[in-house]
C-alpha cells in the first residue's frame, strides 16, 4: 500500500486490533464502573481507537476531546503544547486518557503530569501502541494495545503527512527512513 508516495505493509489487521480493543474496553469498562468516569480523547490519532473503545462500555460515560501534541523547538529539545483543552473541572474526577501511539513517550508523559496538576482523583491511561525501544521518559500506562517496533506506523486513526487515518487496518511503513 502507498501512503502518500511512501511504502507501506499490514502490521495488524483490522480483526486483531478489534479483538485487542475488545479486550481493554471490557478491562477499562469493569475498572470505571461506579466512578463516573470522564475520558479525554487525544485528537486526532486516537479518534477511531476511542470510537471503538466507548461504544462497547454500555453506561454513561462523559467523553471530550482534547489536543496535546509534541514538537521539536529550535533548540532541537522536545516540547509539549496544548492544542485544546475541555473547560471542565477535573478535581476529585476519576480521568481515562486516550492515546493513539507513545513513541518517545514525551507527549503521554507531559499530559499525565498535566491531568495530575489538575486535582484529578484518579487518572489513566490507554494508549493504543506503544514503541517500547523509543521511550525517552519514564511512562506509566494502565492499559495498552499493542507493542511495536520502531518504524512508522500509519492507519486507524494514525496518519502520514495529513492522510491515511482512514484505513482500518494498521500499516508500517516499509521505505527506508
Ligand atoms: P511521542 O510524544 O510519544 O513521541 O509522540 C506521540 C505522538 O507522535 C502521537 O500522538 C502521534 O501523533 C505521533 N506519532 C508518533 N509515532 C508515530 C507513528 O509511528 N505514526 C504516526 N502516524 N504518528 C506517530
Known amino acids: 500500500m502507498e501512503i502518500s508516495g511512501k511504502n507501506f505493509k499490514i502490521l495488524l489487521t483490522r480483526e ?5 480493543v475488545e479486550v481493554l474496553a471490557k ?23 476511542a470510537c471503538d473503545l466507548l461504544k462497547r462500555i ?28 475541555p473547560d471542565i473541572d477535573l478535581e476529585g474526577r476519576n480521568v481515562y486518557v486516550l492515546e493513539d501511539i507513545a513513541d518517545t513517550g514525551l507527549t503521554v508523559h507531559s499530559l499525565s503530569a498535566f491531568l495530575k496538576d489538575k486535582g484529578c482523583a484518579t487518572c489513566k491511561i490507554a494508549v493504543l501502541l506503544v514503541k517500547p525501544d523509543k ?21 486507524y486513526g494514525l496518519d502520514v503527512d495529513f492522510t491515511g487515518r482512514n484505513l482500518k487496518d494498521i500499516y508500517v511503513m516499509t521505505d527506508n527512513l
Open 16 to 20: 486483531e486490533i478489534d479483538a485487542r
Open 27 to 49: 478491562e477499562i469498562a469493569d475498572d470505571a464502573r461506579g466512578k463516573n468516569p470522564l475520558f479525554l480523547v487525544n485528537l486526532t490519532g486516537a479518534m477511531f481507537f
Open 58 to 85: 454500555d453506561y454513561p460515560c462523559e467523553v471530550y476531546p482534547m489536543k496535546f501534541s509534541s514538537y521539536v523547538d529550535n533548540r532541537s529539545s522536545m516540547e509539549v503544547k496544548e492544542d485544546l483543552f
Open 135 to 155: 521511550l525517552q521518559v519514564p511512562l506509566k500506562i494502565d492499559y495498552y494495545g499493542f507493542e511495536i517496533g520502531d518504524d512508522y506506523v500509519a492507519g
